[in-house]
């Protein structure tokens, strides 16, 4: 019975301590990915899609890939990117956004984006969407995205050119 | 004698003037594509746009008739199109207040067309495009005129799904939308570019993405100031 109880102690101390390692791998990975610039753009009451952006930055020696954005609210939520294909622009499926080792994938519109699909409600301009960042490495990111027309009010200069003319 | 020399003066100038006539012509064409920054002058007499009639957004007929006597900027989208086309309806409505601004009396109407009748109906496109300019006019209608009109303006679209495996798979325009695509949804890959249609009810030019409004400006009115 005593050797039972000492038994299950050290079960539980060693569930314990891969529990700590594996919250602690989530937090040291976590700290590498940081996330800025995110807005999502406004859309007609009826759009039936919304698109998503978001500047991802890797801080770690190793490639970080973005597989999966959570959020309430929508049908389902894929990842693209749009690309130019000798003029026509092909809307490309992804299964994952690639952030480079010590680099920056930048979310943007005519580039990699987020694509949210059937919103219950198209939030308004001003409107905060909360939407959650899934990575490779196990690591999570909470964004709050606010919804507006454009990058217009931004104060990064090459996201401005792409669509403040 | 008299009358043959009289002839032959007639059909001197005759001469001297169609080659005059071309000639200034040609070199229009050369001083325009010259000085276009971001357009491509497009505009072929010999290449009439073909009859139709859609309907626009206010359940109106939207007919050749409706691209006459002014000019209008054109451009085709789609509303389950979250990059491309919000962008481009975007720097549309830009270029409408840069035009507005420029103090000049000029202002062409501005027409979007739906590659996606099926999906985009009147109502539909009423409150999307409305949404980006209240001056837009969406026109939607027989999807054979669309893709007609579409050819005519040297645009090109095509649907695509994903299949439950993940593969991409190509819906052919002249096949019927299989119901799982109108079940589980359908993207368009489609060309993004913007036209410039004179007050013939031709098309006169085309401007490829990037859009920039600023530079779109400019062609505008060398194109409207030279035709």
Known sequence: ?165 | MQKKILLLTIAAFVLVFVALYFTISDSDYKYLSKNLKVSHLIYNPDKKLSSFSLIDHNNNKFENENLKDEWTVLTFIYTHCPDVCPTELMNISTLKSKIKKSNSSFMPNFVVITFDPIRDTPEILKSYVTHFDEDFLGVSGDQNQIDQLVKDFGAYYERVMYSDSGELILIPNYEKIPPEAMENGYSINHTAWVYLVNPGGQIHAGFPAPHKPNDMLEDIKLLVDNY
Not at chain 1, 5 to 33: D, G, P, R, W
């Open chain 1, 1 to 165: 019975m005593c050797f039972l109880i000492i038994n299950n102690i050290m079960i539980t101390k060693k569930i314990a301590i891969v529990v700590l390692f594996l919250v602690t791998s989530a937090v040291l990975a976590e700290s590498h990915i940081s996330v800025s610039e995110s807005w999502i753009r406004t859309a007609p009451p009826n759009a039936p899609m919304l698109g998503g952006f978001v500047n991802i930055n890797n801080s770690s020696d190793k490639e970080i890939k973005l597989i999966q954005v959570n959020a309430s609210g929508f049908k389902r939520i894929e990842l693209h990117r749009t690309v130019d294909s000798n003029g026509t622009m092909k809307m490309m499926r992804q299964d994952y956004i690639p952030i480079p080792a010590h680099g920056l994938t930048k979310l943007e519109p005519g580039s990699w984006h987020i694509m949210f699909i059937g919103p219950d409600e198209v939030p308004k301009e001003g409107d905060i969407v909360m939407f959650s960042l899934v990575f490779d490495d196990g690591s999570k990111q909470m964004v709050h995205a606010l919804v507006r027309k454009s990058m217009m009010m931004n104060h990064d200069h090459n996201s401005m050119q792409m669509n403040h003319d």
